[in-house]
């Protein structure tokens, strides 16, 4: 695995020329929360500018939304001409995407649908042209629809170094960026894509505790909040899990009384089977 990207570099290759039309730098193929929210990062750092970009969206209404969100960005029905194209459909609509994006002129592929595998994405390419076609599968999460997503790409026999770096700008955007075989994509799932469910659990039952222990509920969840921000915060900067809780545990104190109990309830342990059961989970039904 290589180290995580953010911070995309400026400046790509402009869309190229196909027949008469001149192609987006990039079609977003579905235009939900995923989609909008790798729309909306890629203007505001300054990836592509708004009329270099495409979305496309069959509800009408969303469509309209979108137009008004994003001035200059061009929102359709229908799949343009592109260089490049985002899929961020429903799993069962993601062959027919990558083929009618493909069929528009789009050679780099970037999915973000979970549980569609490279070798299908692939195929659904090559019913479209056979020229080489950039393939490249990505699991992202959920804070990536605040710009603090962590997402994993994997690259299918087509794609280059590149091609990655293309697929790389486009999700570091919305947060940061690794690269995996394919075969670990399912770990990424049980971890990241998981995750944060994880820690919205810990953070309802610390609310929770905190009620139990007298504050208000207001004060626990403004309480709980900043706690999450804050340790995040600490973490990202330092980068040592171990070295920080040790840091807060004072022998004897408060904190080693509450992580004795947290130790004898198996938390470690669930967590760990959580992420198992997860991944697992993610295998079978891709």
Known sequence: MLGPTRNPPAGVPPGRRLGAMTAARVVIVGGGNMGAALLGGIIAAGW????????????????????????????TADVPAAAGAVVAVKPHDVPAAVTAAVAAGARRVLSVAAGVSIASLEAAAAAATSDRVAVVRAMPNTPALVGQG??????????????LAWAEGILAAVGTVVRVPEHHLDAVTGLAG???AYLFLVAESLIEAGVLAGLSRPVAEALVTQLFVGSAALLAEHGDAPALRAMVTSPGGTTAAGLRQLAHHGVRAAFLEAVMAATQRSRELG
């Open 150 to 163: 962590a997402a994993a790409i994997a690259a299918g026999a087509g794609a280059g170094e590149d091609d």
């Open 48 to 75: 592509a500018r708004p009329a270099e970009m495409a979305v496309v969206e069959v509800v009408a209404a969303r469509r309209d939304d979108l137009a008004v969100r994003y001035p200059g960005v061009h929102v």
């Open 194 to 196: 998981s995750g944060p």
